[in-house]
């Protein structure tokens, strides 16, 4: 046995056997762990804006644990970090196996029976051990401290550092881990995202003429084609079309192209509307699967509303509207009387967008 | 007179009973045999000799190659050159596979000499005594260490398949090597010991995380500028936001992303993009992701560092936007330089989508994973 590792007045065997009852009382005791570092740690924030106020999530795992009366947890936060009002109605406490999330820990201002206590001295956060042997945090378990609006109950949070920058967030106390988490603030921590939809109105009818070809005195005839008015806007208030005709710019209806005869319009007392399967006259009938026909044109059957010199309301929506429909039928209906010959009318329609 | 010194003659010259000019001429004789025999050279001090070892710490294993300059060579059979130890160095199990022999005129590295535990045909001898190294001639006439090469003798892990060392005198001091032996030449090497040949260096690096974001403000705009309507995407054209991200942490680093869809004063909104999928005009979709797209043409891949975007947006020419959550958007596994990414923000719109101005603010967190 060398000198140097020979105690005074203890015999080189004798010296080894002290060196083995102590290496077995080492490893044999249940539950003897050393203190180290702590590993996983991470600080999740919710916002990293300079002088800002923010949530912590932070995360850590203990080799060590806190398992005895005494044992203290110090978070200390970076020096310019405004604590604030934070309290311990502002922090979750909780520990686990797996996600450190499985139990949640008793918080109060200071430690009691069950109760841990969490309370800010200056930038040090302590958390502090129950002063009984329950609610220990075990060795190898991951620990969660939320401080801020994401603890249950929470309102209170720390506001950033008013200069952008890496900071670090030390972590000690003597239940025996220490460890170091790296944050850092920004001038901004967010981007303003934008887009203009300029309005838009679209149109368009279907054809530009429709025929009667030959009208006759004992049933209502149809022209053809029908005309369908197609029409598109990005207008919160939607859309009207309105109507209007020409006639013999003195009333509505049919003019005789050669002479000055009219087949009025919804008949020939230039009513709003009529039933041509009772009177002769000439006007059209309206429908669309979304828009909303104007009660004039709403017609069905003999029944047609009359146009008039000046811009009637035809169909309305209320709302954008995304290649919308509207279908015009042209009816009409002539007398026995009615002078022959050819007749033309020329209708006008208006599409208005109401953003 | 008889007794008289005669001036003209040093009486310490003198050789009893020979005349002065016989003297002279003795004298010549010798001189011109010395320089005309071929060949024929002193035994004298070894030069440029030095021990190179590979540890100073007191008591430590050590490699040692030793150099030196030898005026004399070892060109005969029974030529011996004995480098003796100090006194304390352990020479342990150190045979002549633990050693090279090599010489040369100009680096002493040029002849390798086969070497075993005797000399042998072609074959020097190199074995420990004690403390004395002795390396023999071989047996035959080859091997020859000619005048004035220099010699390097490797002993320990430094020799091409050595493996045991000589160990270090246990007491901190000066210690002397000797080389002699009968090919001649004599040298001495002045080596020292430690108690400790080593410094610990050591700093601490705090965990650091950074995080820098460019441009927080992007306008979503149709290719050539102009607002977007339901035959052009919008998209951020002329101003590139990125985030560039780094850290020690061994874990790496999570970027995430929260933020609301886009949506004008009157509180419409457009669509966010709640699956990974392309741009599409006419519907409404806003998304996000961090490649260089084809559809709209903009965007770049993440550089430097060792970052990647999250799945959902490190395709090219698909986006996705998750509204009022928390979301990851890019992470680093472990420590990383600075990785840029760049945002690409697009929109499209139906043609029913109210006209207006459309905003929205994302707010994006680094954390480092310690």
């Not at chain 1, 006639?247 to 009219?262: C, R």
């Amino acid at each position: 046995m060398q000198n140097k590792h020979k105690i005074k007045g203890l015999k080189p065997t004798k010296f080894l056997v002290f060196y083995l009852i102590l290496a077995l009382l080492v490893l044999m005791v249940p539950g003897l762990t050393y203190a180290g570092p702590l590993t996983a740690l991470s600080d999740t924030m919710s916002r990293l804006r300079i002088s800002e106020d923010s949530d912590h999530t932070i995360r850590f795992t203990t080799p060590t644990g806190a398992e005895d009366i005494g044992d203290t947890i110090e978070i200390t936060m970076p020096t310019g970090f405004t604590i604030g009002a934070v309290v311990f109605g502002d922090m979750d406490l909780s520990h686990g196996i797996t996600t450190g999330y499985e139990t949640e820990l008793t918080l109060a201002a200071a430690a009691g029976a069950g109760v841990w206590g969490a309370s800010f001295a200056g930038q040090v956060l302590s958390l502090d051990h129950p002063t009984d042997a329950g609610e220990n945090i075990t060795a190898g378990n991951k620990v969660i401290v939320e401080i801020g609006t994401n603890a249950n109950g929470g309102s209170n949070q720390i506001a950033n550092n008013s200069s952008a920058d890496s900071y670090t967030i030390s972590i000690a106390g003597d239940f025996g881990d220490d460890g170091k988490i790296g944050i850092v603030t920004l001038t901004d921590d967010q981007v303003a995202v934008s887009a203009d939809v300029d309005p838009t109105l679209t149109f368009s009818l279907s054809g530009n003429s429709t025929d009667f070809s030959t009208l006759s005195a004992s049933s209502v005839t149809t022209s053809t084609p029908n005309i369908t008015l197609t029409i598109g806007t990005n207008a919160t208030s939607g859309y009207t079309i309105s109507i209007y005709d020409t006639g013999d710019t003195s009333d509505p209806g049919m003019k005789e192209v050669a002479g000055s005869f009219m087949i009025g319009s919804a008949d020939y007392s230039y009513s709003d509307t009529a039933d041509l399967s009772s009177v002769a006259g000439y006007g059209i009938q309206g429908s669309s699967a979304t828009a909303t026909i104007d009660a004039r044109y709403d017609q069905t059957g003999d029944d047609v509303g009359g146009y008039e010199l000046t811009a009637q309301a035809l169909a309305t929506y209320g709302s954008t509207a995304d290649n919308h429909t509207v279908l015009i039928t042209s009816k009409a209906k002539v007398t026995s009387s009615t002078t022959a010959g050819s007749y033309a009318d020329t209708v006008t329609v208006i599409a208005t967008g109401n953003f | 007179m008889q007794n008289k010194t005669r001036p003209e003659l040093v009486s310490g010259h003198k050789t009893k009973g020979l005349k002065p000019t016989k003297f002279l001429v003795f004298y010549l004789i010798l001189a011109l045999v010395v320089l005309m025999v071929p060949g024929l050279t002193y035994a004298g001090p070894l030069t440029a000799l030095s021990d190179t070892m590979s540890r100073l710490k007191i008591s430590e294993d050590s490699d040692h190659t030793i150099k030196f300059t030898t005026p004399t060579g070892a060109t005969d059979i029974g030529d011996t050159i004995e480098i003796t130890m100090p006194t304390g160095f352990t020479i342990g199990a150190v045979v002549f596979g633990d050693m090279d022999l090599s010489h040369g005129a100009s680096t002493g590295y040029e002849t390798e000499l086969t070497l075993a535990a005797a000399a042998g045909a072609g074959v020097w001898g190199a074995s420990f005594a004690g403390q004395i190294l002795s390396l023999d001639h071989p047996t035959d006439a080859t091997g020859d260490i000619a005048i004035d090469d220099k010699v390097v003798v490797e002993i320990g892990t430094n020799a091409t398949s050595g493996s045991n060392q000589i160990a270090n005198n246990s007491s901190a001091d000066s210690y002397v090597i000797d080389i002699a032996g009968d090919f001649g030449d004599t040298g001495q090497i002045g080596i020292v010991i430690l108690t400790d040949d080593e410094v610990v260096v050591s700093t601490t690096i705090d965990p650091y995380v950074t995080f820098v974001i460019t441009q927080n403000t992007v306008p979503l705009t149709k290719t050539g500028g102009g607002n977007p309507d339901d035959t052009n995407t919008g998209y951020n054209e002329g101003s590139a936001n990125t985030l560039a991200a780094s850290t020690n942490g061994t874990s790496g680093y999570s970027i995430s992303y929260e933020g609301s869809t886009l949506e004008n004063p009157d509180s419409d909104t457009i669509d966010a993009m709640a699956t990974k999928t392309t741009s599409s005009t006419g519907s409404e979709q806003f998304g996000i992701n961090l490649k260089n797209n084809a559809t709209p043409n903009t965007g770049s891949d993440p550089s430097g560092g060792s970052g990647t975007p999250e799945s959902d947006y490190n395709t090219a020419d698909e986006f996705r936007f998750i509204v009022d959550t928390t979301t990851a958007l890019a992470s680093a596994a472990a420590a990383s330089a600075t990785t840029t990414f760049e945002v690409t923000y697009i929109v499209n719109v139906a043609a029913a989508t109210e006209a207006g101005l459309y905003s929205t603010t994302v707010t994006y967190i680094c954390t480092g994973n310690f």
